[in-house]
């Protein structure tokens, strides 16, 4: 399925609606103390797709999920992105000098505002989705279960980020690449899918099948990113390419080569689509989505 051209033009129009959700979540800059407030507003006001939050929206849609509930958990899984990437980007970590085309937020404040600024919107992330707007019943409850998984250590984004640190320079075998892309992005991605679905009362067979999309378009979500780093550009990037070559990161071209990592990346696609099968068309958006994470250029 090619990506239409109609996929650009409802993606700008719900990253819209996300930013305007999160506009009324973050403190305003001149909140005491303005400094923090300034930076947790610059790193998510950077740019970005919204991609998470809009897979959380189109999620709860197909079980005619509450719009309201759903922009504000989807704005905070945008949170708690935008704190990984700040902190992705320290010297301890990737040490990046851009993100989205502009200084990454230790360059154009400081190292500890942005370590700050990064617990600082991780903590806003779960004050938000606890809040009585969301619910109070069991379904938020397992949200906030969800999530705080799937950033964690037991096979989560911290999991993936601290094997990634150990291989680097180390040859790699298959299986390691693939728990470290598995937990370090595709976990989060499945649990924005999952948390959709989870708020919107989705039954546990739903959830299974919405498991099975989001594990699939969450391991091709970062091969796409490997790819791009040997592929892409600076200028459509918004931040330094070829970096993970230089820095002898575990990808899938380095291990598997170019064309064959675009090939799998295309297979998952097609397995998280058949995945949504059930649902027929009303999962035409997710699947034109599954479709843009691998088409995409940054």
């Known amino acids: 399925m090619p990506v239409a051209e109609t996929i650009q033009t409802y993606l700008e129009a719900q990253r819209r609606d996300v930013d305007r959700e999160l506009d009324g979540l973050l403190p305003p800059e001149d909140t005491y103390p303005p400094s923090i407030h300034h930076a947790m507003r610059y790193s998510v006001f950077a740019g970005g797709k919204r991609l998470r939050p809009i897979l959380c929206l189109e999620s709860g849609r197909l079980f005619g999920g509450d719009e309201r509930i759903l922009r504000r958990a989807g704005s905070a899984l945008e949170m708690i992105h935008t704190y990984s990437l700040i902190h992705d980007d320290l010297p301890a970590l990737d040490n990046d000098d851009l993100r989205r085309g502009k200084p990454t937020l230790h360059r154009q404040f400081s190292e500890a505002t942005a370590i700050l600024a990064g617990d600082a919107l991780l903590t806003l992330a779960f004050e938000t989705l606890a809040a009585p707007e969301i619910g109070s019943g069991p379904a938020q409850l397992r949200a906030v279960h969800e999530l705080a998984h799937a950033i964690g250590t037991r096979d989560g984004m911290v999991a993936g980020q601290v094997v990634d640190l150990e291989v680097t320079a180390q040859v790699t075998d298959p299986a390691t690449l693939d728990y470290i892309h598995g937990a370090k992005t595709g976990s989060f991605i499945c649990a924005a899918v999952r948390t959709g679905a989870i708020l919107s009362g989705a039954a546990e067979t739903d959830l299974d099948r919405m498991t099975a999309y989001g594990e699939k378009i969450g391991l091709a979500f970062q091969i796409a990113d490997d790819l791009l780093d040997v592929l892409g550009s600076k200028q459509s990037m918004g931040k330094a390419v070829g970096k993970d070559h230089r820095q002898q990161k575990a990808t ?47």
Do not use: M, T, W
């Open 252 to 298: 899938y071209p380095a291990l598997h080569g170019v064309e064959p990592s675009q090939k799998i990346a295309a297979r998952l696609v097609d397995e998280a689509c058949e995945a949504l099968q059930a649902y027929g068309g009303r999962s035409q958006r997710l699947q034109e989505l599954a479709h843009f994470l691998i088409e995409r250029n940054h």
